[in-house]
């Protein structure tokens, strides 16, 4: 999890209302990740970035919104729109070249 | 999109036995990769093995792959308590995708 900070670990928030998760990171890396994990799903990816100021949908993004104005940050809204928001929601790092992921230690959202 | 799957989905086995898991996926791939997830924290990256390669060793951990049957395993030896986690392979096709992980317990 070095290097890598997710907050806060336990997130609750009644139904309706929008949430901002943060993932910052120290080890200059260029592309970050968001996924949901869900109890045995495995991870889906969100969305990615992969420099400053541009990021792309991924496999599962309804409901879902991000920017990436810096390259240590990379926060995700969780909107009203997210028909099942709860879940185990984990952020990662890398460099566009090389495969490995580095992660977070996650936000686990609960929605009330 | 889900690429890799492994199997079994969980498996037990006693401390000091070896641990085997599979993952095989659909696609060609340039890579293949192990990580583990300790309950309720985020994914630690294990091993990688190229698409050229047949076998990987890092410390008890041995990773083999044949792309002709699209498939890979991951041999843990000499278990213990602390390997108690979950194990996912990931392959990368235009992105990475991670497959469902197979859940492993140690017994003492």
């Known amino acids: 999890d070095g290097g890598i900070t997710q907050s806060p670990k336990y997130l609750f928030r009644k139904e309706g209302q929008n949430v901002t998760l943060s993932c910052e990171q120290n080890l200059n890396h260029d592309a970050m990740y968001w996924y949901r994990q869900d109890p045995g799903q495995g991870l889906r990816l969100i969305y990615y970035s992969q420099i400053v100021n541009d990021f792309q949908k991924g496999d599962i993004a309804e409901g879902y919104s991000v920017s990436r104005e810096k390259k240590e940050s990379f926060p995700l809204t969780v909107t009203s729109a997210q028909k099942n928001p709860t879940a185990f929601y984990l952020c990662a790092t890398g460099q566009p070249d090389y495969n490995e992921q580095f992660f977070g230690p996650g936000t686990r959202l609960t929605v009330l | 999109s889900q690429q890799g799957e492994e199997d079994p989905q969980a498996l037990s086995i006693q401390e000091g036995e070896n641990a085997t898991m599979n993952c095989s996926y659909k696609?060609?791939?340039?890579?293949l990769q192990w990580y583990r997830q300790n309950s309720g924290r985020g994914l630690v990256h294990l091993i990688l093995i190229r698409s050229n390669e047949r076998e990987k060793h890092s410390g008890r951990l041995r990773v083999t792959l044949d792309t002709s049957k699209k498939s890979s395993s991951l041999l843990i030896t000499a278990s213990r308590a602390a390997d108690t986690a979950s194990y996912f392979c990931?392959?990368?096709?235009?992105?990475?995708?991670f497959g469902k992980g197979t859940r492993l317990h140690i017994l003492p």
């Open positions: 696609t060609s791939i340039n890579n």
């Open positions: 990931a392959t990368d096709d235009d992105k990475i995708i």
